[in-house]
T-cell receptor
């Protein structure tokens, strides 16, 4: 079963606008990660946020984590056409024998129009 | 080698045939993983390995086997392929910082079609 569920499933914006994607999950986590996948390619890691962190930044990316609501958001500011891709959140379950196993959401397809 | 590689890039296979997908990483990561990605179902974990010599089952392990003879290599074998195993397969690896898990690095994928 999918741990993370993303919203929206698809997002279409104009270049220069901000894009916000949300992710909800079900169980306690060790960390939550966001990945990007261009069509026909492998996944590329964007940001990892640990369960004791609330916000992280990387360039034009901002990720927030609310463990009380079991949710996270990814904000891409000043989007570019090259940001067009699928974005996935993935969680690592806390403790036990899960050892770093990622459980992925279905992903958000982002299209940025020039 | 830089990062994580997979072979072959793509393969068309007759049902019932045996197939091994190869995965090699040069980052000395302890953990390695195999996922399959299907439209509408996202990425699902098939098998994983915490460290050389150990493996574990993921969400969809049936019909697949893995081995981890050394740190670098993590092959995935389909003993007798079936059409439902048509998918894109991704291998990944990750290290740890203390007791915390790090990000995973993904290979470029193998597109497998079983006829």
């Amino acid at each position: 079963s999918q741990q993370g569920e993303e919203d929206p499933q698809a997002l279409s914006i104009q270049e220069g606008e901000n894009a916000t994607m949300n992710c909800s999950y079900k169980t306690s986590i060790n960390n939550l990660q966001w990945y990007r996948q261009n069509s026909g390619r492998g996944l590329v890691h964007l940001i990892l946020i640990r369960s004791n962190e609330r916000e992280k930044h990387s360039g034009r990316l901002r990720v927030t984590l609310d463990t009380s609501k079991k949710s996270s958001s990814l904000l891409i500011t000043a989007s570019r056409a090259a940001d067009t891709a699928s974005y996935f959140c993935a969680t690592v379950t806390a403790g036990g024998t899960s050892y770093g196993k990622l459980t992925f959401g279905q992903g958000t397809i982002l299209t940025v129009h020039p | 080698i830089a990062g994580i590689t997979q072979a072959p890039t793509s393969q068309i296979l007759a049902a019932g045939r045996r197939m091994t997908l190869r995965c090699t990483q040069d980052m000395r990561h302890n953990a390695m993983y195999w996922y399959r990605q299907d439209l509408g179902l996202g990425l699902r974990l098939i098998h994983y390995s915490n460290t050389a010599g150990t493996t574990g089952k993921g969400e969809v392990p049936d019909g697949y086997s893995v081995s981890r003879a050394n740190t670098d290599d993590f092959p995935l074998t389909l003993a007798s392929a079936v059409p439902s195993q048509t998918s894109v397969y991704f291998c990944a690896s990750s290290g740890m910082t203390g007791a915390s898990y790090n990000e995973q690095f993904f290979g470029p994928g193998t597109r497998l079609t079983v006829l």
